[in-house]
């Protein structure tokens, strides 16, 4: 969902975009209710397209609906964190192995002109769409491997780590970021998959340990505050 730029006159889209920045940049609390009767005043409009939002949300593991109880900012645990990471360590590997080989010279430019996004979004100090850019590259990565089931797969576990990195990292800018993103196309365009893999999973435990898990969670009640 907020991997996608936000479509023109989508109303739903524009729910997931604005509640997914509200999270990212930390107005937006896990835990936090979201009332459908609130989200409809606020963006005006029915409540069948707060539902249709919320359920992509949902999907995306941003949101929790409990029955007779309503939807929630998702709270990932501790320990889902650790396991989306391990997970992701797996997976990516799994991608970095396929890339061998398989790269062409014209995929370079495309790498390097998502890291010049990245490197623009955080010199300007916009933090979700630095997040948002960050999970960009790693898709990019998985879709230039190839496989339509390692991109899925991954889809939900950077969807799922996107909030629990706006969740639990204390400092605003991702260090999932352009330097270590760059050290690794380095290792691509060299063909050496070994230190691509070693680079990769380097990352994603410095990306995890940058994580900071006595955060207090004090949520913020007002969605109308949060989101606009
Ligand atoms: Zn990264």
Request: proline letters at 3%; charged letters at 30%.
């Amino acid at each position: 969902m907020y991997q996608a730029k936000q479509k023109a006159n989508d109303p739903a889209a524009e729910i997931c975009q604005r509640v997914w920045m509200s999270i990212a940049e930390k107005r937006l609390r896990p835990g936090t209710r979201l009332k459908e009767e609130e989200l409809a005043e606020i963006f005006q409009v029915n409540r069948a397209r707060v539902r249709q939002a919320l359920s992509i949300l949902q999907s995306d593991g941003l949101v929790v609906i409990q029955p007779n109880r309503g939807a929630f900012v998702a709270e990932p645990s501790v320990d889902e964190a650790r396991d989306v990471f391990h997970v992701r360590k797996l997976i990516e590997a799994r991608i970095i192995e396929r890339l061998a080989g398989r790269l062409s010279p014209e995929d370079f430019p495309r790498l390097e002109a998502h890291l010049a996004e990245e490197k623009a979004a955080m010199a300007r100090g916009d933090t979700s769409e630095g997040i948002r850019l960050s999970g960009g590259f790693h898709m990019l990565l998985a879709e230039l491997s190839g496989s339509d089931f390692l991109t899925v797969v991954l889809r939900d576990l950077i969807s799922r780590s996107s909030l629990i990195t706006a969740m639990y990292r204390d400092r605003h800018v991702s260090n999932c970021g352009p330097d270590e993103h760059e050290g690794l196309i380095r290792a691509l365009r060299a063909g050496d998959i070994g230190a691509a893999q070693r680079s990769m999973r380097e990352h994603l435990e410095h990306v995890e340990h940058e994580l900071d898990l006595s955060e207090d969670g004090t949520a913020v009640r007002d969605l109308r505050q949060a989101l606009l």
